[in-house]
């Protein structure tokens, strides 16, 4: 069922496969890889005490799987196995499937820099609210501001309120007059 795909003549079947599946950051792992055994991270599993012994109990009937050691406290998923039936990327694929993570495969991650900023962005938002006591929060200051500013840019080029309003007047007084 997941047997190992033939290698062909001349393949040195000790070196280890690092296809693209195995080299991703997210949601899964690979924390080392070496023939006949690997180790994951994944921490959708970690403090999730049932998830894990559910995880390293259908992970060990896999045919050609010897062992499984599922950390529920860091995530991490050892399994040693025949690397004459078995990739590391069959085992790879099964995790995922087991922990339902099919969806973020698709998903682009985050990087630290944008979680990092917008996690002192909400920072930023929440001290501006505390301190205003709720009078206004940092996305409403940044719309004054805004306003602000394209006000002064039209008082800059010389358009005066009175200017602007005469106009507005204008235009909606001869409608429909022509």
């Known amino acids: 069922m997941f047997l190992k795909r ?13 296809s693209p599946l195995l080299k991703m950051r997210h949601p899964i792992r690979t924390v080392h890889l070496l023939p006949g055994r690997v180790r994951f991270n994944a921490p ?3 403090g ?10 259908a992970l060990i009937r896999i ?3 010897n062992r499984v050691e599922v950390d529920g406290r860091t995530g991490s998923v050892l399994i040693l196995f025949d690397d004459t039936r078995l990739e590391a990327e069959i085992l790879f694929a099964a995790l995922i499937r087991l922990l339902g993570l099919e969806k973020e495969l698709n ?5 630290l820099l944008r979680r990092e ?16 006591n709720g009078l206004i929060d940092l996305y409403s200051a940044a719309g004054i501001l805004a306003g602000a500013a394209a006000l002064n840019h039209l008082v800059i080029r010389h358009i005066s309120l009175p200017g602007m309003l005469l106009s507005a ?9 022509h």
């Open 6 to 18: 033939s290698t062909g003549d001349g393949d040195d079947p000790t070196q280890t496969s690092r």
């Open 44 to 46: 959708i599993l970690v």
């Open 48 to 57: 999730r005490a049932s998830d894990a012994e559910r995880v390293r109990g």
């Open 63 to 65: 045919q050609g799987v």
């Open 107 to 111: 998903r682009t991650p985050k990087s």
């Open 117 to 132: 900023g917008w996690e002192a962005l909400q920072a930023m938002n929440r001290g501006v609210y505390d301190t205003t």
């Open 169 to 177: 007047w204008l235009v909606l007084n001869t409608r429909g007059k």
